[in-house]
């Protein structure tokens, strides 16, 4: 047969499966087949050749303007017939289609039948097929070859790319299965990123090491390898194919991949013209692929230029520190796509970094969470043990130290914690933290609704495909957290032996701009010190063994597989530390991540600072109007005081002729008498009254500051105020017990009215603290140190106790827990000030909900018995 006689046939479509079925269909020999994989290389390939026929897939369209490519070619060439394929015939309706145009269903028969009414020849086999057979496959292959390399310039996607070249490469080797194996970005494992013919669940987790294996002993010497008619050969483990063969994909001098086909159930083998084949197919896919990915990281910057962009904004949206710090750890975790993501601050003067801020959203993989022992924490054990919700507060009297000490590690005031039923057992547990103290915790409706939610989480993280679906589990986090009105939750499963937790999830923010909050103390760590004082980034993965001793805690606080910290830095000053945490994977974080982070931490510093600016321009706004406050309190104190004074003067005057009077009249008075005793109860009336009025005038008149000290009794000083307020305190139901020393105590030196005001104070307070309370008690003990040369004062109360972490703060000026209008804050560090004056001291000690003692101690005046 004469090259005249030859049939040229062109394939438009974007299905490879058309071009093997055409291929098929035509296998008798006479016809030259060139082939064009999208609709501008159609036209182009019209334009620029000669042909008998088009055949074109119906359904192909311009990605740009929408036009069908059948009409499209139909127009260009109105003399030559065309032949579209369709499963469901026309898709124009035949009255608006071309009159070269006749619509075809695919598959070999009826191109066949096409074929034939088009170019009117007859498909009978006849002899000198055998002989066109040869170069009409040669021409297919090269057809192929230039085909598959014109139509990869001008598609970008990667995918796409690898898609055409592997079903490129089945074709032009006959080949059951192709595939193209990629290396991971450790370089240990090929996995497949295209495949076709083989099997979905085969290929879903398909990946092979570079040791040890046929593929990765071409990807590491570069050279092809055919196995044919020896027998199974092991692909991967499990899997075994007939024949093989793979070839290099190199790119400037260096594998970038494994181009491979396989047959498996076929006898068929591959010969060393397939392998040529494949390596000028692996030639042209290197530059194709090469061109995908550098369009893929154009892409990439533009989307990580937006994402700062857009981050920059979030940033610098707000000047309130307590929304700035949480939307920085936002968009940290955001921009770098970790899992968590926290700003702490230094205390160099403390070796300490405390948590300002962190926000999560994690997902660990089964098995690989942080175990939390039931042993450890006996209310959590016990919520689960009734399948009840429980409240762990700090503000609870009595708490397990284990508990209390969670609290105080995590910086929250409550934790609630809710058990997850299912089937008619306890699954796990929902917990909710609060890192401020929360009046309004959720009522049973809300919790009903929270162990909805997680039960469907659960359905979710026993799915295969959890990393499909892990944004559907955070949204439905988010609920319970809005729910609850928590700063995050964490859901945990019981471990097989229900003796522990293992955490699964993680989901939500948290703000510590004042104690307590949680700390990691550097002293015992001194590789992270020296990278933080140094500026340098840490760039770890838990299971690294060049992973420091140092790294290897903080992961375990931060309770993640690899970390990126990065010194948080402001004026050349370092301020905190900035971590980024991923749960999922050990991965080590890319220059490019690292350059990202660091950009990010730059605005984030000056962001903050601005914030913090701001925030301490408020607090001393605050702090000055609250002082104008306390000075106009401490002017109408002082107005009552000089008030009190005169009333005191005022009633001396009558005070004294009672007295007098009572007591002339008890002079002519017989003992026996009935008067006798009326008198005596009115001269005791007027001398306590008396002396009520003098130790009010004693209080309110100011020490000159010419006065000397002088010995003084404590003992008469502790009985002089308890019998002025004694009497107002048992009004309302509180116990006054004073235990004083029978015998003389030792002298103290001390101004006049001194020693008064530390006792009312002190025991005013305790007053206050007990009103309203069963069984309130107020005790009073003096006694005298020898060993010490001291004389220590106990006040105590029965209260509600003072917080730990306040008992230093209650000795402040100006500090008070009281309402507004109830106190001035002054009244205790007037009593420091007072003692320490004397030279003496005064401490607290409390337990919450066992009340609350304060300790006074005072030196003695040697010689002044």
């Known amino acids: 047969m004469s090259e005249a006689d030859v049939k040229r046939i062109l394939i438009v479509t974007g299905d490879y499966a058309v071009v093997e079925q055409v291929r098929q269909a035509v296998e008798a020999g006479g016809f030259a087949l060139q082939t064009a994989y999208?609709?501008?290389?159609?036209?182009?390939?019209?334009?620029?050749?000669?042909?008998?026929?088009?055949?074109?897939?119906?359904?192909?369209?311009?990605?740009?303007?929408?036009?069908?490519?059948?009409?499209?070619?139909?127009?260009?060439?109105?003399?030559?017939?065309?032949?579209?394929?369709?499963?469901?015939?026309?898709?124009?309706?035949?009255?608006?289609?071309?009159?070269?145009?006749?619509?075809?269903?695919?598959?070999?028969?009826?191109?066949?039948?096409?074929?034939?009414?088009?170019?009117?020849?007859?498909?009978?086999?006849?002899?000198?097929?055998?002989?066109?057979?040869?170069?009409?496959?040669?021409?297919?292959?090269?057809?192929?070859?230039?085909?598959?390399?014109?139509?990869?310039?001008?598609?970008?996607?990667?995918?796409?790319?690898?898609?055409?070249?592997?079903?490129?490469?089945?074709?032009?080797?006959?080949?059951?299965?192709?595939?193209?194996?990629?290396?991971?970005?450790?370089?240990?494992?090929?996995?497949?990123?295209?495949?076709?013919?083989?099997?979905?669940?085969?290929?879903?987790?398909?990946?092979?090491?570079?040791?040890?294996?046929?593929?990765?002993?071409?990807?590491?010497?570069?050279r092809p390898v055919l196995i044919g008619a020896q027998g199974p050969q092991k692909v991967k483990t499990e899997y075994l194919v007939n024949a093989l063969l793979y070839v290099p994909i190199f790119y400037k001098g260096s594998c970038i991949g494994v181009l491979g086909v396989n047959n498996k159930?076929?006898?068929?083998?591959?010969?060393?013209?397939?392998?040529?084949?494949?390596?000028?197919?692996?030639?042209?896919?290197?530059?194709?692929?090469?061109?995908?990915?550098?369009?893929?990281?154009?892409?990439?910057?533009?989307?990580?230029?937006?994402?700062?962009?857009?981050?920059?904004?979030?940033?610098?949206?707000?000047?309130?520190?307590?929304?700035?710090?949480?939307?920085?750890?936002?968009?940290?975790?955001?921009?770098?796509?970790?899992?968590?993501?926290?700003?702490?601050?230094?205390?160099?003067?403390?070796?300490?970094?405390?948590?300002?801020?962190?926000?999560?959203?994690?997902?660990?993989?089964?098995?690989?969470?942080?175990?939390?022992?039931?042993?450890?924490?006996?209310?959590?054990?016990?919520?689960?043990?009734?399948?009840?919700?429980?409240?762990?507060?700090?503000?609870?009297t009595v708490l397990p130290p284990e508990e209390r000490d969670h609290l105080n590690h995590l910086g929250v005031e409550t934790i609630q914690a809710i058990p997850i039923l299912g089937g008619g057992q306890t699954l796990g547990l929902v917990q909710t933290f609060y890192t401020r103290a929360s009046e309004n915790l959720p009522d049973a409706d809300a919790l009903q609704r929270v162990q909805h939610l997680a039960l469907e989480v659960l359905v979710a993280l026993s799915n295969q495909t959890v990393s499909a679906r892990i944004p559907g589990i955070f949204r439905e986090i988010e609920d319970i957290n809005r729910l609850t009105r928590a700063d995050w939750c964490e859901l945990s499963l019981l471990t097989p032996d229900k003796q522990a937790l293992s955490l699964h999830v993680a989901v939500g923010r948290a703000v510590w701009l004042k104690p307590p909050q949680p700390c990691i103390d550097l002293t015992h760590y001194p590789d992270v010190l020296e990278a933080l004082t140094s500026q340098t980034p840490i760039n770890k993965q838990a299971d690294s063994k060049l992973t420091s001793t140092g790294v290897h805690a903080l992961l375990e606080t931060v309770q993640g597989r690899s970390i990126l910290g990065l010194p948080l830095v402001h004026r050349g000053q370092v301020r905190g530390l900035v971590l980024f945490v991923d749960v999922r994977r050990g991965r080590a974080f890319s220059q490019r991540d690292v350059d990202m982070a660091r950009t990010m931490v730059a605005q984030a510093a000056t962001a903050l600072e601005n914030a913090r600016l701001v925030h301490d321009l408020e607090r001393s706004l605050k702090e000055l109007r609250e002082a104008q406050d306390r000075l106009v309190q401490t002017a109408r104190l002082s107005a009552m005081g000089e008030l009190a004074a005169a009333v005191a003067h005022q009633i001396n005057n009558p005070l004294t002729t009672i007295m007098v009077d009572s007591e002339m009249l008890l002079l002519d008075e017989p003992p026996d008498s009935r008067n006798y005793q009326s008198l005596q109860a009115i001269s005791r009336a007027g001398k306590r009254a008396a002396g009520v009025a003098r130790r009010l005038l004693a209080i309110a008149r100011p020490n000159s500051p010419d006065t000397p000290p002088q010995p003084i009794d404590v003992v008469d000083t502790i009985e002089g105020i308890l019998s002025l307020v004694k009497s107002h305190i048992e009004r309302d139901r509180i116990q006054v017990v004073a235990e004083l020393s029978d015998a003389r105590l030792p002298m103290v030196w001390a101004v006049p009215g001194q020693l008064d005001d530390i006792w009312l104070n002190l025991v005013m307070n305790a007053h206050d603290a007990l009103l309203g309370r069963e069984g309130a008690k107020i005790t009073v003990r003096a006694a005298y140190l020898p060993e010490q040369e001291i004389i220590e004062v106990q006040v105590s109360d029965n209260g509600p106790g003072i917080p730990r972490a306040l008992i230093e703060e209650v000795f402040k000026p100006f500090f008070t827990t009281k309402p507004v209008g109830e106190g001035t804050g002054l009244g205790l560090h007037i009593c420091r000030q007072t003692a320490e004056r004397l030279g003496g001291s005064i401490s607290a000690k409390s337990v919450p909900g066992d009340g609350t003692t304060f300790y006074v101690r005072l030196p003695v005046k040697k010689g002044a018995e």
């Open 38 to 222: 999208s609709h501008a290389d159609g036209l182009y390939s019209l334009e620029n050749g000669e042909f008998d026929t088009i055949i074109v897939e119906a359904e192909m369209v311009d990605r740009r303007s929408g036009e069908h490519t059948l009409l499209a070619l139909a127009r260009l060439r109105q003399s030559l017939p065309v032949i579209g394929l369709a499963d469901n015939g026309s898709a124009f309706g035949q009255e608006a289609l071309p009159s070269n145009v006749t619509m075809a269903a695919p598959g070999q028969d009826a191109i066949r039948q096409a074929l034939s009414a088009a170019l009117q020849v007859s498909f009978a086999s006849g002899a000198g097929s055998a002989v066109d057979k040869p170069l009409a496959q040669f021409s297919d292959e090269i057809q192929t070859l230039f085909t598959l390399s014109k139509s990869l310039t001008e598609v970008l996607d990667l995918t796409e790319v690898l898609n055409r070249v592997v079903e490129a490469a089945r074709r032009l080797t006959f080949a059951e299965e192709g595939m193209i194996l990629l290396p991971d970005h450790e370089g240990g494992q090929l996995y497949l990123r295209a495949k076709v013919g083989i099997d979905v669940e085969v290929a879903r987790n398909f990946r092979v090491k570079t040791e040890d294996t046929l593929a990765g002993h071409v990807f590491r010497e570069g």
């Open 265 to 396: 159930n076929t006898e068929a083998v591959f010969s060393l013209r397939h392998q040529e084949l494949l390596l000028n197919l692996a030639a042209f896919a290197a530059i194709a692929i090469e061109n995908a990915r550098a369009h893929e990281e154009a892409l990439e910057r533009t989307r990580e230029l937006q994402m700062l962009v857009e981050a920059s904004q979030s940033i610098n949206a707000s000047i309130s520190l307590d929304r700035t710090l949480p939307n920085i750890c936002e968009q940290l975790v955001r921009v770098l796509k970790v899992s968590r993501s926290e700003i702490y601050e230094w205390d160099a003067e403390r070796g300490q970094l405390r948590a300002q801020a962190r926000f999560f959203r994690a997902v660990w993989p089964a098995g690989q969470g942080p175990v939390i022992s039931l042993a450890s924490r006996p209310i959590l054990s016990a919520a689960l043990h009734e399948n009840q919700p429980v409240t762990i507060n700090r503000r609870e």
